[in-house]
């Protein structure tokens, strides 16, 4: 040992004196081990003594890594370690050739020193063992057996203690010997016994490295190789007897018989020995040598009895040591000795694995599966699962103790074999009941079975044993749940489809529970949906409600509508609304077969051909469609009415249905039963019939408008006066658009909006999500729309006076002009250009000149847009006019609605460059108004040239092909043309790309387009004057 180990030993000496005695106490028993282990004579007597010094050598392991030991039981180990250096030196003299006589003598003075040793220990106080409690019992358990300590010797001959006796090759020679019942041992043979030796094991790099350093600590080498060895003498822990050993295998018998010379051998050994001889007459017997005449063998019952018994007895012995060494753990060597002997115990026999788990080891094996060692987590699950075979309840105990937890996470251990006991053990516990129902608590736990089985290609074993782990965990049904939740869909598709009844309930309830992932959906729907469709034709209710469940959770995905309509969905669903009535059920089936068919129909098949009755009826068809609105009432169930709408607003969509829905809304209450609903408490289904009164709108508009009049609290209520941004929902948005859908020219909902004081809160809605943005809420945007929507329709009957003062009232010319650049709503603009262009329409017969007096003197400025006339009165105060140039009259923006004063010509330039073909129409529109005949033209072509408008009217030409557009743009074309004198000539005829866009439009355009491209390329000079060709020719 080098200088450094020296003084580093010395220092802990110094700092644990405590540890110093128990080093050399360990050193002394390691050599008392050594000695006694190789005893010939009284070969019982000295295994057992061995036991006991082994058993008190891990006491005192214990002591020696409690740091924490009180000083005054210094004295008391001192005087245990002058008794262990007295038995010692008794055991020294074993190692001498003595006679029987001397050994006896020697058998009671260790005898002697065992019991002083004893009750040493009994004097050992508890603290010393800290919160080592199974240190404790251990220590006191093996007082008591010290104190009464005695051995039966039993007489033997007088011989070397340390003699080799006969071994097979000198069967032969036993011939000449005289047959005796006791036989000598050899303990070399005899120690290879594969019932008791099977412990060794080779141990992981790890474990042979750190092992010498913990022996390092008790100060010998020969400590490790003693303990090391604790097995092969742990095995024969109980007296052995050489009656126990075939004179053949050498091994202790497990089915002795007796031949005729009255030697008793193992039955298998001596049927070889038999059919191996030379000469079937002439057989021998192989321990006397003796000529036998008959083969004939007899059981000796008595032996195999003791044996038997004499194998209870140590396997107990050796579960009790193992037991104490896992609980001390001093080394890894240890536990992993006491595992593997234990496995070794298992193994003998199966009521063993009863003794052991009886014992209280399971639950220290607990504590060895989140160990350091590799090599002592593997042997624990091994012995764990040995422990867990062929025992029901077995399988409950462990599972119970087990932590689940701790072994499903050893499942994702780099090291196989690691991941392969732990799978196998699974295994085990998954055909118990008790740990199947508690390891959906586990987090995760099915979720990594599922994952690994998965995993074919990484690892074929473990993927194998987790789906036979699964099939086993599929006996309970919550199990069958969290696996389809994890996407292992199996289990509850077959339960589905083969269970019985009651299981078949349960799945399609959990199916119908389950959240179906994205990779599973389809999947899902092909499998369960002929099934489940099946089941809904069944005449027990319970039966019909949980498929129907079902059916609705797989018809939320729209893919799947296929799938479901190939299975016979439809008639069944058609039946069950319309046709079937069974009493008394739980919940109505007719709302959830509405849902079923509302998904399918949302999905975006052509259903209007697909039969859906035995009569041939479609979807389409006029009885199907009579009889969903004919239930709309509101005195129906919200979940069904919401259902019924759904499927009306898909089936809206078909040419043929369309005609049947209008039909039967409008003659029928069926319209009022729609705005009635709009009132409901429910805003699913207030939204619903919101979306189909507007699809509906655009057949019968002025019905629905003036029936909206007549339903008490409408149309106000549908305008939120108290509106946050913030809270702003769905239904306030669709409510607002409905109104703003509503025909424009109806003056009879426009004056019934006036007159509730509506248009103030439209105002005030507008301004607010101006001012905060459409940010602020998910249906900001669409709540604008419907605002400014309801704005512009007022514009459409300003020839009635009231709307004309509201108009003024609320400025509507400022507030649409404000919309026109300032909103990021492509439909918001284009409805702020058509209210504006609504607007200025009126403006010519709006626009007045001003009266004027004889006193008064006009004094003529003329301005870039107006000519300011000051009319004075002599001395008097002047009052201001403002004549507009193209309305020839005094205009304004709120009170003739004039679009230059409202400075809003500008905007609507900018507007003729938007992305959105509504918009820049729109635009146009507007523009067009400043260009009508009423107006004077040529003031109109010198602001609007002012604006670069004409530029950007032919850049429209240019890059639009929509046919609305390019008529317009056109027709603006011309007015510049046969209005703006040479000036707009010249500026449009310096576009050379724009001809060829004419010529385009005339060969290419629609009607309306071709018809004006023609006309422009006249006044271009592009084409010749029909009307003066024709003029000319009759001259």
């Not at 007015?975 to 707009?984: A, I, V």
């Amino acid at each position: 040992m080098s200088t450094s180990s020296t003084e580093w030993s010395q220092l802990m000496e110094d700092r644990n004196p405590v540890g110093s005695l128990t080093q050399s106490l360990i050193a002394a028993i390691s050599d008392i081990i050594r000695s006694v282990v190789c005893i010939k004579i009284q070969k019982d007597v000295f295994t057992e003594i061995g036991c006991y010094f082994y058993r008190a050598s891990l006491i005192i392991m214990e002591l020696n890594i409690n740091w924490s030991t009180p000083t005054n039981t210094i004295e008391m180990l001192q005087l245990l370690s002058k008794r262990v250096e007295l038995a010692k030196g008794f055991a020294k003299n074993l190692e001498k050739n003595v006679q029987s006589s001397e050994v006896k003598t020697i058998v009671r003075q260790l005898e002697g020193v065992l019991r002083s040793i004893g009750e040493n220990l009994g004097m050992i106080p508890l603290t010393m063992f800290g919160e080592h409690e199974f240190a404790e019992m251990a220590a006191k358990s093996l007082s008591k057996d010290m104190k009464d300590v005695s051995f039966a010797l039993s007489p033997s001959r007088s011989f070397d203690v340390r003699e080799k006796f006969p071994t097979r090759s000198a069967v032969g020679e036993g011939k000449r010997r005289v047959e005796k019942d006791l036989y000598s041992v050899d303990v070399e043979v005899s120690s290879m016994n594969e019932v008791f030796s099977d412990t060794s094991t080779a141990y992981s790099v790890d474990n042979q490295e750190r092992s010498p350093r913990r022996f390092e600590r008790f100060g010998s080498k020969s400590a490790a190789s003693s303990l090391m060895a604790i097995p092969q003498l742990a095995q024969y822990m109980e007296p052995l007897y050489d009656t126990f050993f075939c004179p053949l295998t050498k091994r202790v018998m497990e089915d002795p018989v007796t031949v005729e010379t009255g030697v008793t051998y193992e039955r298998e050994a001596i049927t070889e020995w038999f059919n191996q001889a030379k000469d079937p007459e002439s057989i021998t017997c192989p321990k006397s040598s003796k000529t036998m005449t008959s083969r004939a063998m007899s059981a000796n019952v008595a032996l195999k009895a003791t044996i038997d018994e004499w194998k209870e007895r140590n396997e107990a012995a050796r579960i009790k040591v193992a037991r104490a060494a896992l609980s001390l753990a001093s080394t890894d060597n240890m536990v992993l000795e006491a595992i593997n002997d234990m496995k070794a115990v298992c193994r003998s026999k199966p009521y063993n694995k009863v003794q052991v788990r009886s014992s209280g080891i399971v639950p220290l094996l607990g504590k060895f599966l989140e160990y350091r060692s590799r090599s002592i987590r593997l042997g624990t699950l091994e012995l764990v699962r040995q422990l867990a075979e062929d025992d029901d309840e077995g399988k409950d105990d462990i599972a119970r103790t087990i932590d689940a937890s701790i072994v499903i996470k050893l499942l994702s251990s780099s090291h196989q074999p690691i991941r392969h006991a732990s799978a196998s053990l699974l295994l085990e516990l998954s055909k118990s009941p008790y740990f199947c129902t508690t390891i959906g608590t586990v987090t995760g736990g099915i979720l990594m079975l599922i994952t690994i089985k998965y995993k074919q290609s990484v690892d074929a074993f473990a993927s194998e044993t987790a789906e036979a782990i699964l099939t086993n965990l599929a006996s309970v049904s919550k199990n069958v749940k969290l696996m389809a939740e994890n996407g292992h869909w199996e289990p509850l598709l077959t339960r589905l489809l083969e269970g019985d009844e009651e299981m078949r309930i349960e799945m399609a309830s959990y199916l119908a529970e389950i959240v179906l992932g994205p990779d599973n959906k389809t999947y899902v729907a092909e499998r369960a949906s002929p099934a489940l469709i099946q089941m809904v034709q069944s005449g027990n209710s319970v039966i019909r409600n949980a498929a129907l469940k079902a059916l609705k959770k797989i018809s939320c995905h729209h893919p799947n509508a296929e799938i479901l309509v190939e299975a016979g969905i439809m008639q069944t669903m058609v039946e069950e609304m319309f046709s079937r009535t069974i009493h008394n059920e739980p919940t109505d089936s007719k709302t959830e077969a509405a849902e079923i068919l509302a998904n399918i129909l949302e999905s975006g098949m052509d259903l209007e051909n697909v039969r859906v009755s035995t009569h041939g009826h479609t979807m389409a068809s006029d009885y199907i469609v009579y009889n969903i609105i004919h239930r709309i009432k509101h005195s129906s169930p919200d979940e069904l009415n919401i259902n019924l709408v759904r499927m009306l607003l898909c089936l809206i969509k078909f040419h043929k249905a369309s005609g049947t829905i209008v039909s039967v809304v409008k003659e029928t209450e069926a319209s009022y039963n729609l705005i009635e609903l709009i009132n409901t408490t429910d805003d699913e289904l207030s939204v619903a019939s919101l979306h189909l009164l507007i699809a509906l709108s655009g057949f019968m508009g002025h019905t629905l408008s003036d029936r909206l009049c007549k339903t008490k609290g409408l149309p106000e209520n549908l305008i939120d006066r108290g509106i946050e941004l913030t809270r702003i929902t769905e239904k306030h948005a669709v409510s607002v658009n409905f109104l703003a859908k509503l025909p424009h020219q109806n003056l009879t909902l426009n004056l019934a909006l006036v007159n509730s004081e509506s248009v103030e809160a439209v105002i005030r809605g507008i301004g607010q999500v101006q001012t905060a943005g459409v940010r602020s809420s998910r249906y900001a945007t669409a709540y604008l729309e419907g605002l400014v929507g309801i704005l512009v329709r007022l514009t459409t009957t300003l020839y009635d006076h009231q709307m004309l003062q509201t108009a003024r009232t609320y400025d509507f010319t400022a507030v649409l002009t404000e919309l026109l650049t300032r909103s990021s709503s492509d439909e918001v603009q284009r409805l702020s250009a058509i209210g504006l262009e609504n607007l200025s329409r009126q403006s010519v017969s709006l626009s007045r000149p001003p009266r004027r007096k004889p006193s008064r003197i006009l004094k003529l400025v003329f301005l870039r847009k107006c000519i300011s006339i000051k009319l004075k009165n002599g001395g008097s105060n002047g009052s201001n006019f403002s004549i507009c140039p193209v309305h020839g009259g005094v205009c304004s923006s709120r009170e003739t609605f004039c679009l230059i004063d409202a400075e809003a010509v500008d905007r609507l330039v900018v507007c003729l460059d938007h992305k959105d073909a509504g918009v820049v129409e729109a635009a146009l529109s507007a523009i067009s108004t400043l260009l009508d005949d009423r107006v004077d033209v040529g003031k109109s072509i010198v602001v609007l040239s002012e604006k670069c408008a004409v530029e950007q009217v032919l850049k429209v030409v240019k890059e639009r092909r929509e046919e609305g557009v390019r008529e317009k743009a056109f027709w603006v074309i011309e007015r510049f043309l046969m209005k703006g004198g040479d000036e707009s000539i010249s500026s449009i005829s310096e576009d050379r790309m724009f001809p060829a866009t004419l010529i385009g439009a005339l060969h290419h355009g629609g009607d309306g387009s071709r018809e004006m491209a023609e006309r422009l390329l006249r006044h271009l000079n592009k084409m010749p004057n029909v009307m003066n060709t024709m003029t000319f020719t009759s001259v």
